[in-house]
């Protein structure tokens, strides 16, 4: 998780870096704040599990290389509760952080609706798994795409109101150990819907 973060840092620093010397280092930034749901649509290989809704705080730094071309980094924490084998099965909580770049473009020619897509990569890191006692369970991180969809509604030069769908493509293998020892390949792919409030420098 450091080294993605470290290299996600950098990364929004060499495009502040590649600003136009007469410009302010903030002058292509903006930046959002709100609530994110982020809704599994969960399945295990061999062991279907269930995993729980969540809606949390996110946040979301957005660099513009032009008016239409943009590379957003999407972060937000999440803790959900796992069953599996229909819920006969209780493996506690477990939480992830996973960030997530996207390369978008924008249309601007619909007044102060900004509509847009996306697509990129997200990282997935899972810590602070919480299973019943007896139980042990490990979730390694997860690789894999991203695609996304929204609406930027500008009420001036700098504050907005956002609206985006993202769907993100998450796999990890779980190790059960202890009263039960198995090990489970499960795919969580959650649609990321978010609702914020945002302003542009």
């Known amino acids: 998780m450091m080294k993605f973060g470290a290299a996600a840092v950098a990364a929004f620093a060499a495009m502040a870096l590649a600003t136009p010397a007469n410009a302010g280092i903030l002058d292509n930034f903006q930046i959002k704040v709100g609530v994110s749901g982020v809704l599994p ?26 008016d239409h071309v943009s590379a957003e980094l999407l972060c937000c924490v999440a803790t959900h509760d796992v069953t599996a084998n229909d819920g006969a099965i209780d493996l506690g909580e477990v939480s992830h952080f996973p960030p997530t770049v996207t390369l978008k473009y924008r249309w601007t020619d619909f007044g102060a609706f900004e509509p847009y897509v996306g697509a990129g ?81």
């Open 41 to 66: 649509d969960e399945s295990g290989d061999p062991i279907p599990v269930d995993i729980s809704d969540e809606w949390v705080p996110s946040a979301q730094i957005e660099y513009f290389f032009n």
């Open 121 to 201: 990569v997200n990282f997935t890191t899972f810590y602070d798994s919480n299973p019943p006692d007896g139980l042990s369970v490990e979730y390694d991180d997860s690789f894999g795409p991203a695609l996304q969809a929204g609406v930027d509604y500008r009420v001036d030069d700098h504050w907005f109101v956002n609206f985006d769908v993202r769907r993100i493509w998450i796999n990890t293998d779980v190790t059960i150990s202890g009263a039960i020892n198995a090990t489970d390949e499960v795919d969580i792919d959650p649609w990321v819907v978010s609702t914020s409030i945002g302003y542009r420098f």
